[in-house]
């Protein structure tokens, strides 16, 4: 296994229009979780599963905002309705929580999303 | 509401010298750590952790240091290379959480 992907990795759509990504991630890992990156700033929490349940999102995650992970393997995030705003790189990470109860996450390569 | 804070956006260090990054947050529920190398579009890349019931954590030329009373930990990098060339994020999160909580990064430059 070669680490977390994800697909595109490169995303330009117009005002308006839905996108979806998907994240493949490290295959022994139980959690995934999904940030978004804007320039300048440090990766900003949306949302994550633990297997197939969504166990947490973030205010920052609108309406307009919705992931699955239907059968505790890979992940997609599906922005509706794309606004100027949702322009940024979207992460995926994955991890499993240690014995000691930490849980270091392994980031995938990024998707790259502007929106014209 | 900045939780973890990297006061310093940018440092430069001569080759073979040493770089030390900050880190300070303002959450006490915090106690596991990290450190990410992020390269322009790439995804972070992980390089080492703490936790809170240690003090220090060392791999390599990577050190890890944490200051619970401060609320500080701080990055060692012994000795620099060019290649270490990148940005630098801090992350914690509390033990069983579920997310980590990054600084802003500081872009770090060792040249020859």
């Known amino acids: 296994d070669t680490g977390v992907s994800q697909d595109p990795r490169h995303k330009i759509t117009k005002r308006g229009q839905n996108v979806t990504f998907r994240c493949d991630p490290i295959?022994?890992?139980?959690?995934l979780y999904w940030y978004r990156q804007t320039l300048g700033q440090g990766p900003e929490f949306l949302t994550y599963?633990?297997?197939?349940?969504?166990?947490?999102k973030s205010r920052l995650l609108s309406d307009r905002f919705s992931a699955e992970r239907p059968k505790g393997s890979f992940s997609t995030l599906e922005i509706q309705r794309t606004e100027q705003g949702d322009s940024a790189m979207y992460l995926c990470?994955?991890?499993?929580?240690?014995?000691?109860?930490?849980?270091?996450?392994?980031f995938g390569p990024g998707t790259r999303l502007t929106v014209l | 509401d900045q939780q973890v804070k990297q006061n310093s956006p940018s440092l430069s260090v001569q080759e073979g010298r040493i770089s030390i990054l900050n880190c300070d947050y303002t959450?006490?529920?915090?106690?596991?750590f990290l450190w990410y190398k992020k390269y322009p579009a790439e995804g972070p890349t992980f390089l080492i952790s703490?936790?809170?019931?240690?003090d220090k954590n060392e791999d390599g030329r990577f050190t890890v240091f944490l200051n619970k009373s401060a609320k500080h930990l701080s990055l060692h990098i012994v000795p620099s290379q060019p290649g270490d060339s990148a940005v630098y994020f801090c992350?914690?999160?509390?033990?069983?959480?579920?997310?980590?909580?990054f600084g802003t990064g500081t872009r770090l430059q060792v040249f020859p």
């Open positions: 959450n006490s529920m915090f106690d596991y």
């Open positions: 990470a994955s991890g499993a929580v240690g014995g000691d109860g930490t849980d270091t996450q392994y």
């Open positions: 703490i936790s809170s019931i240690k």
């Open positions: 599963f633990q297997n197939e349940a969504q166990l947490e």
């Open positions: 295959s022994e890992h139980n959690r």
């Open positions: 992350a914690a999160s509390a033990i069983r959480a579920d997310k980590l909580i």
